[in-house]
């Protein structure tokens, strides 16, 4: 779905403390830009922000960054995450940050200095045509992305309601040399607990389509 152009949403998220203008200044220094030693999550197309609102609101103990590509979501994402700690009685939002930053080019803005623990990627565009394939959050080719900042022992989240996304998703974990700790093809039965649901997760469980689920850990 094409979203409308909103002109007020880039102003909005350029008046907030927690969105980065700027994100390849901070380059092999986000642990230094968050003020602590405590790891670092990272969302990677997280849309209107319910689900990173919720983690990074509830742990404070963690650090999260958040992108996505337009500011119309990104302002969504923004409100979402300033609700979110308002509820929880949390006065400082400081654990959290919102970057607008194209995923296929997210070695800019991240590198092997900043030892991200683990990245989740939720209800992605599964790309179906072949010709497209290499655009999937998951391909191989940004999976090896992805290796050149994640820690030893790192870890990718990933929920999809997509079959053959799913499927063939595995098979690009598994060639990019990701162990899969976890897997369960319908994620609401399963025995994982601590899930949170996404805006798409909700959408797809009400019309009965089940949520596919994995952990994959880099050794």
């Given at each position: 779905?094409?979203l409308?152009?909103?002109?007020?949403?880039?102003p909005?998220l350029e008046?907030?403390d927690?969105?980065?203008?700027?994100?390849y200044?901070?380059?092999?220094?986000?642990q230094e830009?968050?003020?602590?030693?405590?790891?670092i999550?990272?969302?990677?197309?997280c849309?209107?922000?319910?689900?990173?609102?919720?983690?990074?609101?509830e742990?404070?103990d963690?650090?999260?960054?958040?992108?996505?590509?337009?500011?119309e979501v990104?302002v969504l994402?923004?409100?979402?995450i300033?609700?979110?700690?308002?509820?929880e009685?949390?006065?400082?939002?400081?654990?959290?940050?919102?970057?607008?930053?194209?995923?296929s080019l997210?070695?800019?803005?991240l590198?092997?200095?900043d030892?991200?623990?683990r990245i989740?990627i939720?209800?992605c565009?599964?790309w179906?045509?072949?010709?497209?394939k290499?655009?999937?959050l998951?391909?191989i080719?940004?999976?090896e992305n992805?290796?050149?900042?994640l820690i030893?022992?790192g870890?990718?989240?990933?929920?999809?309601?997509d079959?053959?996304l799913?499927?063939e998703?595995?098979?690009y974990?598994?060639?990019?040399?990701?162990?899969?700790?976890?897997?369960t093809?319908?994620?609401?039965?399963?025995?994982?607990k601590?899930?949170?649901?996404?805006?798409?997760?909700?959408m797809?469980?009400n019309?009965?389509?089940?949520?596919?689920?994995?952990?994959a850990?880099?050794y």
């Open positions: 779905m094409r409308r152009r909103k002109p007020w949403a880039r909005e008046k907030s927690f969105f980065i203008t700027k994100p200044e901070y380059k092999g220094k986000w830009f968050f003020g602590n030693n405590n790891p999550y990272l969302e990677l197309g849309g209107k922000g319910t689900f990173i609102a919720v983690h990074s609101a742990n404070e963690k650090n999260y960054i958040a992108i996505d590509i337009k500011d990104l994402a923004k409100r979402n300033e609700k979110k700690f308002n509820e009685g949390r006065s400082s939002i400081n654990n959290v940050k919102l970057m607008a930053q194209e995923i997210i070695n800019d803005v590198g092997d200095e030892k991200i623990h989740y939720n209800f565009n599964p179906p045509k072949d010709r497209h290499k655009r999937r998951t391909h080719r940004q999976l992805y290796k050149k900042f030893n022992h870890e990718i989240y990933f929920k999809t309601d079959d053959n799913f499927e998703s595995l098979e974990f598994k060639e990019s040399g990701f162990n899969i700790e976890y897997i093809y319908d994620l609401h039965n399963s025995n994982f601590g899930n949170v649901e996404t805006e798409h997760e909700r797809f469980t019309i009965g389509i089940k949520t596919k689920f994995l952990i850990k880099i």
